[in-house]
Structures are given as C-alpha cells and as structure tokens.
C-alpha cells in the first residue's frame, strides 16, 4: 500500500477543490496531493505536491491533519493507498491553473460532490467540521462504485 497526500486549502467558510487535468482521477475535483516520494516525509510531500499542483507555498508546521483513508480496488492491489488527509489555513500565494489541476473556491455547504470521488460525501462533510476521520473504501476496478466501506 503507498502512502499518498490529500490536502485542501481553507478560507473562512470556503474549500478550494481542484478539477485534475491528467493522470488518475482525470476529471473530478479533489484536494491537491499525490504520492510520497522515497526519500520524503509525509508532510515534505504534502508540502510539494501543493506547491507543484496549484503553485502555493506552505510551511509543514501548517498542515493541520484531519485523518487517514485507505483505498483498495477489486482486483488491483497495486492500486491500494493509505492516504492522509490534512486542511492547510495558512499559506502564501493564490492558487493558480497548472498542467495537472485547475483549483476553484467552494462554500463549505456547497461542496459539488457530483463532481468529485464517490467517497467524499462519506467523510468530507465530518472533516468540514473538524472531526478526526479515519476510514477505508474498498473500490469495484475502476472506482466508479463503493463495494464496502466504514467511516469512524
């Protein structure tokens, strides 16, 4: 299982999202993330990933985490990740447009999850509220359905 990021920027009541452009997850709205380098803490990952995916620049003792998620997929283990899940209040710069994501600012009670995973609605609106989340989604092949899940 590799060890992956997931963070979102927030503003006052506000979420930024961001659509991906290329690679896994192409066309839904997430947070900005990705997978953690060999010779990278966690939190050194979050750090680039947000500054290569929307061109902000924060500091480690900024990521506030929220939880962890653990994804498999039915029959593709190679899939699997252990992700961790941070908000970030404090950063420098605006998000900007990349090669790889397009961010876009959303209200905490608006967030368009039609457009985003099918297990963000299961877990982000607790999070919204700052509670500690840890849960596992186990995925059909490609992702498009749950199979089983448990949120705590």
């Not at 927030?10 to 979420?15: L, P, S, V, Y």
């Amino acid at each position: 299982m590799r060890d992956v990021t997931l963070c979102f920027l927030r503003k006052d009541n506000h979420i930024c999202l961001a659509m991906k452009k290329r690679g896994f997850g192409v066309g839904k709205l997430n947070g900005v993330g990705g997978k953690v380098e060999n010779t990278e803490t966690i939190e050194d990952a979050a750090v680039r990933e947000i500054e290569e995916e929307i061109g902000v620049q924060v500091r480690k003792k900024h990521l506030q985490k929220i939880g962890t998620l653990q994804f498999s997929f039915e029959n593709k283990d190679d899939w699997g990740q252990l992700c961790h899940v941070y908000f970030v209040e404090i950063w420098r710069g605006e998000p900007v447009e990349t090669e790889e994501m397009a961010p876009s600012w959303h209200h905490k009670n608006e967030i368009p999850f039609s457009d985003m995973w099918v297990d963000d609605p299961l877990w982000l609106p607790q999070a919204l509220e700052y509670k500690k989340i840890e849960a596992t989604f186990h995925f059909n092949e490609d992702g498009s359905n749950i199979l089983k899940y448990k949120v705590q």
